[in-house]
C-alpha cells in the first residue's frame, strides 16, 4: 500500500500499562510521520479478564497525550467493527475456512486430559504443549468425540518440520525451530477466538502495514506468519520493541517503586507534552544528543529504524526533570489555569474564580513554576498562600522560631514593615533588613525566623517577593503570630 497504516490494540483488562502506551505512541509518530492512518482496536475477546471501565480509562489516557485515532471506537474508518467481540461470525468463517482446507482441525479433549498430559510431560521432563491428538483423526473417531464434546476447541496445524523465519525492522532476520511450536487454539470452546488468530485476520481486513509491538511477543511470530501462510496473505512488516527495564535492569513492575499505570501519570499531573517526549525516546533515538522534543519535531524525525535493539530503562528521574522543563516553558497564565483544578479540589480557590482569585493565582504561578516537578505538587508548595494557620516546620522552628533572640527580631520587623507605605519588594527588603540591624542581627539571622513566620517553612521562593503578593496585613498577622509562638517555645524550653 502507498500508505502506513498502524494499529494499537488494547485488551480492556485492567488500567493502561506504560508498556502498551509507549507502543501507542510509536504506532502514532510513525504513522504522523509517513502520512499514514493510526487505528485504535479492542481486542475485548478475553470476556474472563474483561474490567469494566479501562477501555474508557485507554481512551481518555490516548486523547490526554493527545493522541486521537483516526479509526476505531467513535471514529468509523470503513474497517470496523472495531471490537473484535462484534466480529465474531467473521473468526468462525475463516477459521472454518482453514479447517475445510486440512490446515486446522476441532480438539475434542477435555480441560482434564490436557491437565493430565501436562502433568506426565513435566514429570518426564519434557516440552509442555499439545500432543496433537485430535489432529490425525480419522472420520469415525472424530464422530464419536463430537458425540462425547459437542463443544471442540479449533487448533491451528502448526509446520512440524523446518524453520520458521521473517525479518524484523529493529532485530532484523529471526528464526524458529517448528519443531518446538505447538498446534495452538484460534478458537476456544466458548465460540471466542485467540489473541493469535483474531490479531492476524483483523490486520489483514484492516490492511495493516506495520506491527508494532513488545519484544515479548516475539516468540509468538510463528503461529502468526504460518497463519498468513496458510491463508495466502501477505505479511505486514514487524516490529518487535525492546523491553523496558527499571533503573536497576530489572522487567518494569510494581516492584520497582515507580508506577506502571499510565493513568497514575495523569493523576500526578504530569503535562502530555512532556510524557510523550518521555515515551518517545524510551527505546528509540533521533542519533541527536538532546532531551528535548517537541510533538512536531518527534513527528518530524521518527522513523523505525531509530528504534534500539536492546531494553529500554524507564527512569522516573529523567521524567520529572523532563516535566519540569515543559512547566518552566508554559506561560504562567496557562499553567496557572492548569493547576487551578487542584487548588479548588484543597479548596483553595472558589469553583467559579473572581478576577481577583485569578490575579492572585497567577501572581502565586508566577513565584511557584521553578519549584512544580507535577502540577500535584501545587497545592503543597502555594497552600501557606492561601492558609494563614499553618504548621511550623519542626527543623525551622528548633533552628530559628526557638531561640531567644527571635520574639524581639520579629517585635522589630514589624514595627519597621507597619510604616512600609509602598509594598513593595524594595521597601519590603529594607524594612526587614533595618527591622534585624536595630536588635543587632543581620542577613539570614534576620531572614530565616522571618521566613518562618510568613510561610512556616525554611525553603520557597523568594521572601521579599512571596510577601508583597501576600500582602500586607497578612504578613504582619502572620509575624505577630509567630512572635507569640516563638516566646511560648522559649518559656516551656
Same mark, same amino acid.
Given at each position: 500500500m502507498s500508505k502506513s497504516r498502524l494499529r494499537f490494540a488494547p485488551s480492556p483488562t485492567g488500567s493502561p500499562h506504560i508498556g502498551n502506551i509507549r507502543t501507542a #505512541?510509536?504506532?502514532?509518530?510513525y504513522a504522523r510521520h509517513t502520512g499514514g492512518t493510526f487505528i485504535l482496536r479492542v481486542e475485548d475477546t478475553d470476556r474472563t479478564r474483561y474490567v469494566e471501565g479501562s477501555l474508557e480509562e485507554m481512551m481518555k489516557g490516548l486523547r490526554w497525550i493527545e493522541m486521537q485515532w483516526d479509526e476505531g471506537p467513535e471514529v468509523d474508518g470503513g474497517y470496523g467493527p472495531y471490537f473484535q467481540s462484534e466480529r465474531l461470525e467473521i473468526y468462525h468463517k475463516y477459521? !472454518? !475456512?482453514l479447517v475445510d482446507e486440512g490446515k486446522a482441525y476441532y480438539c475434542y479433549c477435555t480441560r482434564e486430559r490436557l491437565? @493430565?498430559? =501436562?502433568?506426565? !510431560? +513435566?514429570?518426564a521432563k519434557l516440552p509442555t504443549g499439545y500432543d496433537r491428538r485430535c489432529r490425525e483423526l480419522s472420520a469415525d473417531e472424530r464422530e464419536a468425540c463430537a458425540a462425547e464434546n459437542p463443544h471442540p476447541v479449533i487448533r491451528f496445524a502448526m509446520k512440524r518440520e523446518g524453520r520458521t523465519e521473517f525479518d524484523d525492522i529493529v532485530r532484523g532476520r529471526v528464526g524458529f525451530d517448528n519443531a518446538l511450536q505447538d498446534d495452538f487454539v484460534m478458537i476456544k470452546a466458548d465460540g471466542f477466538p485467540t489473541y493469535h488468530f483474531a490479531s492476524i485476520v483483523d490486520d489483514h481486513l484492516m490492511q495493516i502495514t506495520h506491527v508494532v509491538r513488545g519484544e515479548e511477543w516475539l516468540s509468538s511470530a510463528p503461529k502468526h506468519i504460518q497463519l498468513y @501462510?496458510?491463508?495466502g496473505w501477505e505479511a505486514p512488516l514487524w516490529v518487535h520493541l525492546p523491553l523496558i527495564l527499571d533503573t536497576t535492569g530489572k522487567k518494569l513492575s510494581k516492584r520497582s517503586g515507580v508506577s506502571t499505570s499510565f493513568y497514575d501519570y495523569i493523576l500526578q499531573g504530569y503535562l502530555p507534552d512532556a510524557m510523550l517526549n518521555f515515551l518517545a525516546t524510551m527505546g528509540w533515538s533521533s542519533g541527536e544528543d538532546r532531551k528535548l522534543y517537541s510533538r512536531e519535531e518527534l513527528i518530524e524525525k521518527f522513523t523505525l529504524e531509530g528504534i534500539v535493539n536492546h531494553p529500554a530503562i524507564f527512569d522516573l528521574a529523567k521524567l520529572n526533570d523532563?516535566?519540569? +522543563?515543559y512547566i518552566r516553558m508554559t506561560p504562567v497564565e496557562e499553567l496557572a489555569k492548569m493547576i487551578l483544578p487542584r487548588l479548588q479540589e484543597a479548596g483553595y480557590v472558589s469553583q467559579s474564580p473572581s478576577d481577583e482569585e485569578m490575579r492572585y493565582l497567577i501572581e502565586i504561578t508566577t513565584l511557584n513554576r521553578d519549584r512544580m516537578v507535577t502540577l500535584g505538587d501545587a497545592p503543597d508548595l502555594v497552600s501557606f498562600f492561601y492558609a494563614d494557620d499553618f504548621v511550623y516546620e519542626e527543623k525551622g522552628v528548633k533552628k530559628h522560631l526557638a531561640k531567644e533572640t527571635t520574639p524581639a527580631i520579629l517585635k522589630s520587623v514589624i514595627e519597621k514593615l507597619a510604616s512600609v507605605e509602598t509594598w513593595d519588594t524594595e521597601s519590603i527588603d529594607a524594612a526587614v533588613r533595618e527591622g534585624g540591624l536595630a536588635v543587632g #542581627?543581620?542577613?539570614? =539571622? #534576620?531572614?530565616?525566623p522571618v521566613r518562618m513566620a510568613i510561610t512556616g517553612r525554611t525553603w520557597g521562593p523568594g521572601l521579599f517577593d512571596l510577601m508583597q503578593v501576600i500582602g500586607k496585613d497578612r504578613c504582619i498577622a502572620r509575624l505577630h503570630r509567630a512572635e507569640e509562638f516563638s516566646s511560648r517555645e522559649i518559656s516551656m524550653s
Open positions: #505512541v510509536f504506532d502514532y509518530l477459521a !472454518q !475456512q491437565e @493430565e498430559m =501436562r502433568k506426565a !510431560q +513435566e514429570a @501462510e496458510a491463508f523532563l516535566n519540569g +522543563e #542581627v543581620e542577613g539570614g =539571622r #534576620v531572614i530565616h
